[in-house]
């Protein structure tokens, strides 16, 4: 099964060996690639407390379905800046290393690999998770040209039973319900037999490609707060 292959010759300084330790197959398509040691140690340590500390965080529930805390932003808009706390040179390093999701280098990367030009549809979104949250079964495939959800984890020391893994699965069934707090109907997705569970590992990319046919979750996390950054992508060709 096809591995990305990343060009190392142009790549940003605060990129690690990116190493793709596992390519996970849903039937004959694939679910999950996970690429470790995705930012040099630096880098990790300048991400890690502007994460936990610099930035805030507010609410992100749909329903039951999905129950984190989103990065906030300035405005209402989803590349509006994010809300921090201190504007050091540290904080401004640590932007610029969460800024490599949106760097040409690390698209044209996800685009050889897909083998389409690529663009970023939603940019780089920080996310903690705390004790008790979790993210049912959804796709991200709001329309065709969304392709690829990345998610790069920050957690440190995960051991089993620490809850948060993502599972990627394909979908069985998609049902439709009303709730009294949205003005359109929520989706619930049933994922079918043979869905893989992925423990978070620190300073790992997961690279899930996007289409109606496969879903993910993320699993109650069950002991500290979770740190992720999620960017979206699509196709460059279409408006
Ligand atoms: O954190 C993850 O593993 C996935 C998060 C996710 O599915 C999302 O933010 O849409
Ligand atoms: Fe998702």
Redesign the pocket.
């Known amino acids: 099964m096809q591995q990305p292959q990343f060009d190392f010759t142009h790549k940003p300084p605060e990129v690690g060996a990116c190493r793709t330790t596992s390519v996970v197959p849903l039937g004959d398509r694939v679910g999950a690639v996970r690429v470790e040691q995705f930012f040099n140690d630096q880098a990790t340590a300048l991400l890690t407390p502007f994460l936990h500390g610099d930035l805030v965080y507010e609410r992100d529930e749909i329903g039951d379905q999905k129950l984190v805390s989103r990065a906030s932003r300035q405005g209402d808009l989803p590349d509006d800046p994010l809300v921090q706390r201190s504007s050091t040179l540290d904080a401004d390093s640590a932007l610029a290393v969460l800024n490599t999701f949106g760097s040409s280098w690390f698209i044209e990367q996800l685009g050889d690999w897909l083998n389409t030009p690529l663009r970023m549809l939603r940019p780089p979104t920080p996310?903690r998770m705390d004790v008790g949250d979790y993210?049912e079964p959804?796709d991200?495939h709001p329309s065709p040209e969304f392709r690829l959800?990345v998610?790069y984890n920050l957690t440190a020391n995960w051991q089993p039973g620490d809850g948060g893994e993502?599972v990627v699965g394909l979908v069985e069934a998609v049902t439709e319900f009303d709730h009294p707090d949205f003005p359109f109907p929520l989706k619930t997705w049933t994922l079918g037999t043979g869905a893989q569970s992925l423990e978070p590992v620190f300073n790992s990319v997961?690279l899930l490609p996007l289409s109606d046919e496969q879903a993910?979750a993320?699993r109650p996390v069950r002991r500290a707060s979770r740190y992720?950054i999620?960017t979206l992508y699509g196709d460059r060709t279409s408006h």
């Open positions: 996310y993210v959804h991200d959800s998610t993502t997961l993910h993320v992720s999620t």
